[in-house]
């Protein structure tokens, strides 16, 4: 079946460093979304990728999909402490309707 | 802003009992989903329901389980006799119509079998 892949699992920086968490598909996807979760909150949209070669930026996050739209990777840029929380990208299969997770990067922020 | 919603936020249950959570979708969505997500794992999908039926399930969505739309606006997931295991925080999401269209998360169920 369709799996999401997600690394690293667990990431731990200091406040002012920079954050990449990297996804991979095993089927190409119609689209690939990122989520963030809060500890102890519930997952809430960032993005959406559909393009192949596509590259988004929302202020100090920057979302990338792979040409061969199998993967995926957000950056972020000069950590905050509001940055904490776990990354999740998830992706659909073209004429595919439930949202595939990967694991998550959970990211520790540091001041 | 329109928000998916959830009751209860805490369920706690004991084992082989029957649970009934409940979800409303966003009004115009089409789309619902049922994930849950065992403390500290990842965001598992459940089942995906369109047009009052199911769409696609997972091999975790077995006989024990089931979903309903009774009334044209709840979106309920029924376990029927609970597990140990069935212990996690259970997310309804709905989705408008169009292919690629993101999805929106409740804030969640968290459901302790005891």
């Known amino acids: 079946g369709q799996q999401v892949m997600q690394i690293p699992q667990y990431q731990h920086v200091q406040e002012g460093e920079d954050f990449t968490t990297y996804c991979n598909s095993s089927t190409t996807l119609s689209n690939i979304q990122w989520y963030k979760q809060r500890p102890g909150g519930h997952p809430v949209f960032l993005i959406q990728l559909v393009k192949s070669g596509e590259v988004k930026k929302q202020k100090r996050l920057t979302f990338q999909f792979g040409e061969a739209k199998k993967n995926s990777s957000l950056h972020i840029t000069a950590t905050q402490t509001t940055d904490v929380g776990t990354y999740f990208c998830a992706g659909r299969r073209e004429y595919g309707n439930k949202l595939v997770f990967g694991a998550g990067t959970i990211l520790r922020v540091k001041s | 802003e329109p928000e998916v919603t959830q009751t209860p936020s805490h369920q706690v249950t004991q084992m082989g009992q029957e649970v009934i959570l409940r979800c409303v979708p966003i009004s115009n969505h089409l789309y619902f989903y049922w994930y849950r997500q065992i403390l500290g794992q990842k965001v598992e999908f459940l089942v995906s329901?369109?047009?009052?039926?199911?769409?696609?399930k997972s091999e975790i969505f077995d006989d024990q389980f089931s979903v309903e739309r009774p009334d044209g606006s709840n979106f309920t997931l029924k376990i029927r006799s609970t597990k140990l295991e069935d212990s996690a925080m259970y997310f309804c999401?709905?989705?408008?119509?169009?292919?690629?269209?993101?999805?929106?998360f409740g804030q969640g169920t968290r459901l302790t079998v005891v």
């Open positions: 999401a709905s989705r408008g119509f169009r292919q690629n269209t993101e999805a929106f």
């Open positions: 329901f369109y047009n009052n039926e199911i769409s696609e």
